[in-house]
């Protein structure tokens, strides 16, 4: 079999290569994109991924550009580029090498992401006062991630590492994809039905397309009404998702989350080794706290001498029962001495002075009495008239033809009036 017109992938590659660097039209390229998967290198390099709504390309902007640059590149910025294409021999890959790069405002995403942030927390999805506190010590952990993947095997083995006496409870879940917010949510309200300590809900690190389902409001949401407290643990680092802020707790990547969700067995063995020592101290300093009031109560002077304690109880009784006697005899003394001064008293020793005082007193009331009875005032041959059955004090009152009566000291005389006659006195004129 002849192979000579078999091609190697690398000849196919370094012709692709050589036709790309060799056409005019892609050796000076202006594009405009979105940038997502954004790496800034320790060597100064930038990688990252320019897309529009149906394509991307992978993109280098090495070290001696990027230092001309005026701005902080970042997933979800929008810029322009100006660059040449080329193919990456090792992979195969297409790629342009940026040589200039401007701003051209923030991508749709981060315009979404930053809305969504301002809006849950202003609900207050973020505030501090309602985080619950993860347990120290706990006995099961849940984790909703992919069942596959580097993240699920990071968090298990390092809860087997640092503390393996934790049962672990894994809710498989889609984290990428349209679809993935959903069963986010359905597998957050499903572990809240377990009896776990603390929830890990994260996956590893990837795009802000890959990482975008957990800055869905309803993601957001689910974490903040979970009872269970809930660890997030999205992307690496300096990713940062709106699950993050409305969790009880943000670990930095996946490995993180399982380092916060449990103890570290050493520690926990050598803070019990330290609980174990102070217990002892507390213990022994309480034993022989007892002991030397033990003895304080032995060499006290009660219990040595009971005797002259009664003693002194005996005589102050006496002393009170001698205060109480004298305190009784005062008061019959007090009351005896009134009881003598109202028997000695002349009124109750003589009575009948009392009634004739009464007696006398009643006789000039009733002298005064008949000084103003006009009944004895009728006796001296005085008489009331009237008229009308008024009295009649002024003649003035009168006309010829009145009836009149007058009252005698032992009756009435009744008279018709025929003439009235004056009677002067002094300068005064009355009618008779």
């Known amino acids: 079999m002849n192979n000579d017109k078999y091609l190697t992938v690398t000849a196919i590659t370094r ?251 050493v520690d926990v063995l050598k803070h019990i080794d330290q609980l174990k020592i102070r217990a002892n101290e507390n213990m022994y300093k309480r034993i022989n706290y007892q002991k030397l009031y033990l003895d304080s109560l032995k060499n006290s002077f009660v219990i040595k001498s009971p005797m002259i304690m009664f003693e002194n109880k005996k005589q102050k009784l006496d002393m009170n029962i001698d205060k109480i006697k004298n305190l009784i005899s005062s008061i019959l003394e007090n009351k005896k001495s009134k009881f003598n001064l109202l028997k000695s008293n002349y009124l109750l020793n003589n009575p009948k002075e009392i009634y004739k005082h009464q007696q006398i007193k009643l006789d000039n009331i009733i002298d005064k009495l008949n000084i103003i009875n006009p009944l004895n005032t009728l006796k001296r041959g005085y008489s009331l008239t009237y008229c009308n059955d008024k009295i009649i004090t002024d003649v003035g009152l009168l006309k010829n033809g009145d009836i009149i009566k007058n009252r005698l000291e032992n009756g009435f005389v009744e008279s018709q009036i025929i003439s009235i006659m004056e009677v002067k006195y002094g300068n005064n004129k009355e009618k008779i």
């Not at 347990?135 to 640092?162: E, M, W």
Request: charged share 25%; hydrophobic share 40%.
């Open 15 to 265: 012709y692709l290569k050589y036709k790309l660097d060799s056409d005019e039209h892609l050796k000076n390229v202006f594009l405009k994109g979105e940038i997502s998967n954004f790496k800034a290198h320790t060597t100064g390099h930038l990688y990252f991924s320019l897309k529009d709504e149906n394509s991307k390309i992978n993109a280098i902007m090495f070290s001696t550009s990027a230092k001309k640059l005026n701005f902080k590149p970042q997933d979800g910025s929008k810029v322009l580029l100006v660059g040449r294409i080329s193919v990456y021999e090792a992979t195969g890959n297409y790629q342009i090498y940026v040589d200039e790069m401007l701003e051209d405002g923030v991508g749709n995403l981060y315009i979404a992401y930053e809305k969504l942030k301002a809006e849950l927390a202003k609900e207050g999805l973020f505030d501090e006062k309602y985080k619950k506190v993860i347990p120290k010590i706990p006995s099961k952990v849940g984790i909703i991630t992919a069942s596959t993947g580097a993240a699920i095997k990071d968090i298990l083995s390092t809860i087997q590492r640092r503390f393996p006496l934790c049962e672990t409870i894994l809710f498989p879940s889609l984290v990428q994809g349209e679809n993935a917010a959903a069963d986010i949510v359905k597998n957050i309200k499903l572990a809240d039905t377990y009896d776990i300590d603390v929830l890990i809900v994260g996956r590893g690190g990837g795009s802000i397309e890959d990482l975008w389902p957990f800055n869905e409001e309803i993601v957001a949401r689910a974490i903040y009404e979970a009872n269970v407290p809930i660890i997030s643990a999205v992307g690496h680092e300096v990713d940062f998702t709106i699950a993050d802020f409305v969790a009880d707790l943000r670990a930095p990547t996946p490995t993180g989350a399982a380092e916060l969700a449990v103890p570290n067995q």
